[in-house]
């Protein structure tokens, strides 16, 4: 966030303006259910899918005068995109968004009038006190994964938007520290490039931007206290997520299948039971007495207070191990290679991400997820429309004015299909039920054979007297009459 010195020296001379809504510029836009890449009404995935629309709406807000674009994310974050299958790629959408923003931005900044991008962070569709949807835990997950694409793409400050309650709020705060923290470390920062996480010791702010103080939820802990929030006073975190990209055949993809895969975690040590301590003695942690917290007077923008900070000595545990693990160096965790068994549901498409539950590296507060990206192999006859498979077919001349009978081949084997005289080139059949299921309802979608009409490039002496001759009767016959000439002789 380069410029975010720039914009606070900017503030105190001039109002900025922010653009507009994106979502009914969007609608304006109208972009096709193809548009959506097979998920209409996911606007965030048009980042992905259509960068065109989202950058050509930033584009015109800038060019009628905006100082400040916000991303098009107001709906990415992990527990939102669930609703489509998209909440593996909540990340990848959030740093396309910003990139796009980014490089609008750029193009219309000058040296007088520099252009800033806002990485919208929407209020998501759970709540932790009004409803009781989700749990702290889960939305602090949500906002630090969110926050991380947006920081990674280029924005220059976070916008958190209305967020139901002051709970979701200390969750979207907590999130965007802990992404500072990790992103603002180089170790860190080297760690999430090459693994996809920063560990599980980070402990908040470290050389962040907040100096002085602790970060957004010491300053909330400090008004409210640690507890009050049923928030993260202890720190235990889940085991990270994994990555394992597969390769599937056109038809693997159609139908599903079951593969068995072999991935290295981390697991529970045996010998230690996962705590890091030899024969599992712990102690009572001497720098917080075992309360996991410790005390500190900070001078805050809101004067001196006093703050509760996680324990950087037990991490939040109130105890420490006695003696190290051998085994596991202390860690409570080593690598282990297993075999995990992946179905594959009928209807997935290329790009698609699955979840396994559970099967992804051990945690101080259980497993992470394992996350499967498919790559689908193209077909050699077939292509892909949504749920549908187009097979082109080409036809003679001579037998599209004739019509005939064809084996046509479709994924569950030939089928014959009747093509009619006088058919057109381009024109296409549909055969129903023989296309792909949806792999959210089931529904099978159909296959389309478009009819190619070959027109003959060479032609003997004899076929050329034919045409010819059919050339001239079709000259000498009454043209036929349009429908508005039928229209006035039957009814003027």
């Known amino acids: 966030m380069k410029n975010t010195a720039s914009l606070l020296d900017i503030l105190d001379s001039r109002i900025l303006i922010a653009d507009g809504a994106m979502g009914t510029m969007i609608q304006r836009a109208n972009p096709s259910d193809r548009d959506f890449g097979g998920y209409p009404g996911c606007n965030e995935y048009l980042c992905v899918t259509k960068p065109d629309i989202v950058a050509n709406i930033h584009s015109a ?113 907590t999130g965007i520290n802990e992404a500072f923290a990790m992103l603002g470390d180089e170790t860190r920062r080297s760690n999430y490039d090459r693994f996809g996480t920063a560990g599980e010791d980070f402990q908040g702010f470290q050389n962040g931007g907040f100096e002085g103080f602790g970060g957004f939820e010491d300053i909330f802990d400090s008004f409210f206290g640690g507890d009050i929030f049923g928030g993260r006073s202890k720190r235990n975190r889940r085991g990270a997520d994994l990555k394992y990209e597969m390769e599937l055949d056109f038809e693997e993809a159609a139908f599903g299948i079951k593969q068995d895969i072999e991935l290295t975690r981390l697991v529970d040590c045996e010998d230690c039971k996962g705590t890091g301590a030899d024969n599992g003695k712990m102690a009572t942690c001497t ?24 324990c950087n000595s037990c991490r939040g545990h109130g105890n420490i191990p006695e003696k190290e693990c051998r085994t596991c160096s202390g ?18 498409d290329n790009g698609s991400t699955l ?30 429309e949504g749920n549908h498979v187009l097979l082109t077919v080409p036809i003679s001349f001579s037998q599209a004015a004739l019509g005939l009978e064809i084996d046509i081949p479709t994924l569950k084997g030939d089928t014959t299909l009747k093509i009619p005289a006088g058919t057109q080139s381009h024109i296409i059949f549909r055969m129903r039920g023989k ?45 036929e009459k349009d429908f508005f000439t039928k229209f006035k002789e039957k009814f003027v």
């Open 61 to 173: 807000y800038l060019d009628a005068g905006a100082d400040i674009i916000e991303t098009n994310t107001f709906g990415a974050t992990p527990v939102v995109l669930e609703e489509y299958g998209l909440e593996a790629r909540s990340e990848e959408i959030n740093t396309a968004a910003a990139k796009i923003a980014r490089k609008c931005a750029n193009d219309f900044s000058t040296g007088s009038k520099p252009r800033f991008v806002a990485g919208s962070m929407g209020p998501t569709t759970k709540s932790i006190f009004v409803t009781a949807s989700a749990t702290f835990d889960d939305l602090a997950e949500n906002y630090l994964i969110q926050s991380k694409g947006l920081i990674t793409g280029g924005v220059d400050f976070l916008l958190l938007e209305t967020a139901h309650d002051m709970l979701n709020i200390k969750a979207g705060l």
């Open 287 to 310: 720098a917080c007495n075992g309360k996991g917290k410790k005390k500190n007077s900070i001078r805050t923008p809101f004067g001196i207070i006093a703050q509760m900070t996680t």
């Open 355 to 384: 979840r396994v539950s559970g099967e992804g590296d051990a945690g101080e507060a259980g497993n992470g997820d394992l996350y499967v990206e498919l790559f689908v192999k193209p077909h050699k006859v077939f292509e892909r």
């Open 435 to 479: 296309g792909i299921p949806d792999v959210h309802t089931g529904s099978v979608g159909d296959q389309l054979v478009k009819i190619i009409v070959r027109t003959p490039t060479s032609l003997s002496k004899k076929h050329k007297e034919i045409l010819e001759e059919l050339a001239e009767k079709k000259e000498n016959m009454e043209p």
């Open 331 to 348: 860690q409570g965790r080593k690598k282990h290679k297993r075999k995990v068994t992946v179905k594959i549901p009928a209807g997935v």
